[in-house]
């Protein structure tokens, strides 16, 4: 089990790693959390967290835990936690949609309709909430070229332009890594998603 303690000092020595020289990280952790209190202050790092990293921690004590390391706002967030990210006075960075699955998404022209309409649903309800970005799957390749997997995505995601525009939300693909962990995903590559 994890104690609060433990997370706090995981989280502090990872939130600074990207940007904190490589002598601070061998530093004390609470000489490393002073020093994220310092950036934080002056406005240095807008950061936020992925929860689903962190477990079984309820959502309104994770939120307290990160807007004290000086987090401003959790990603992949499902609707049933939108309000009680902003609660806590954080953005929800990245709205997860449920719709679909990472193997499931845009690349098949079969899985159309319900996508779209499940967004269609949900946009503007990410609006009402202020979640500014909406998180789609390209899906798993199953045999289909990337051009024809990419056409696809496009014809698709063309669909909820206008309301995304309409409420002001962004519909990001996700890019995964299909060498690793996310055998067959499509959207694996820079070059395909940009």
């Not at 790092?45 to 959502?59: D, Y």
């Not at 990210?85 to 079969?110: W, Y």
């Not at 890594?177 to 998603?193: E, I, P, R």
Request: with cysteine; aromatic share 4%; glycine share 10%.
């Amino acid at each position: 089990m994890i104690s609060r303690r433990s997370l706090l000092k995981s989280l502090a020595i990872g939130t600074t790693a990207a940007a904190v020289p490589g002598s601070l990280l061998a530093q004390d952790a609470a000489e490393t959390a002073d020093m994220i209190e310092t950036l934080v202050v002056k406005g240095d790092i807008r950061q936020s967290v992925s929860k689903w990293c962190f477990g079984k921690i309820p959502m309104d004590e994770f939120c307290k835990i990160c807007k004290k390391l000086g987090m401003v706002g959790i990603d992949l967030v499902g609707e049933n936690d939108w309000d009680t990210v902003n609660k806590n006075d954080m953005i929800v960075t990245m709205g997860s949609s449920g719709l679909g699955s990472i193997a499931k998404g845009f690349n098949r022209l079969e899985n159309h309709d319900m996508l779209v309409t499940g967004y269609e649903r949900l946009i503007p309800i990410a609006a009402a909430k202020k979640v500014p970005n909406l998180i789609c799957m390209s899906g798993n390749r199953e045999g289909i070229s990337d051009e024809e997997g990419l056409a696809n995505c496009l014809v698709g995601i063309k669909r909820l332009i206008p309301t995304a525009e309409k409420h002001g939300v962004t519909i990001v693909m996700e890019l995964l890594n299909s060498l690793v962990n996310h055998a067959d995903y499509q959207a694996d590559h820079t070059s395909w998603g940009g």
